[in-house]
C-alpha cells in the first residue's frame, strides 16, 4: 500500500483544512488508517485513527471537538476535517495505515506529510 497525503497549507487562526490521504494498492479498505503529526523539535503525535470501515474513530484529547476523519473505501481515500485551527496545530501531518493504535509503531505504511502552518 502506497500512501499520498495532501491539502497542507498556510491557514489563519480559527481557519479550517481538510487533508486527503490517497491510497493505492490493494486490500487498503482491509486497514485501520490513523494520522500523526510533527512539529518542529517534537516528536511524532497522535492525531486521529478510524477502523477499516470508517465506523469507529478514535481522536487525541487535543484535537477532539475539532478534527473528524472519514474514510472513503471506493476511493481509496482518507480524510482529515480541521476545523478551529490554532497555531499549535502547525507541523507536518502524516497519514498512516495498517492498524487502528494511537502509537505510531503498529502501523506498516506511511505516507509523505503535508505540512499545516497556522498563523495568528
Known amino acids: 500500500v502506497q500512501l499520498q497525503a495532501s491539502g497542507g497549507g498556510l491557514v489563519q487562526v480559527g481557519g479550517s483544512l481538510t487533508l486527503s490521504c490517497a491510497a493505492s494498492?490493494?486490500?487498503?479498505?482491509?486497514?485501520?488508517v490513523g494520522w500523526f503529526r510533527q512539529a518542529p523539535g517534537k516528536e511524532r503525535e497522535f492525531v486521529s485513527a478510524?477502523?477499516?470501515?470508517?465506523?469507529?474513530?478514535t481522536y487525541a484529547d487535543s484535537v477532539k471537538g475539532r478534527f473528524t476523519i472519514s474514510r472513503d473505501n471506493a476511493k481509496n481515500t482518507v480524510h482529515l476535517q480541521m476545523n478551529s485551527l490554532q497555531p499549535e496545530d502547525t507541523a507536518v501531518y502524516f497519514c498512516?495505515?495498517?492498524?487502528?493504535?494511537?502509537?505510531?509503531?503498529?502501523?506498516?505504511?506511511w505516507g509523505q506529510g503535508t505540512l499545516v502552518t497556522v498563523s495568528s
Open positions: 498512516a495505515a495498517g492498524a487502528y493504535r494511537h502509537n505510531s509503531l503498529p502501523y506498516r505504511y
Open positions: 494498492g490493494r486490500n487498503f479498505d482491509n486497514y485501520g
Open positions: 478510524t477502523i477499516w470501515s470508517g465506523r469507529i474513530s
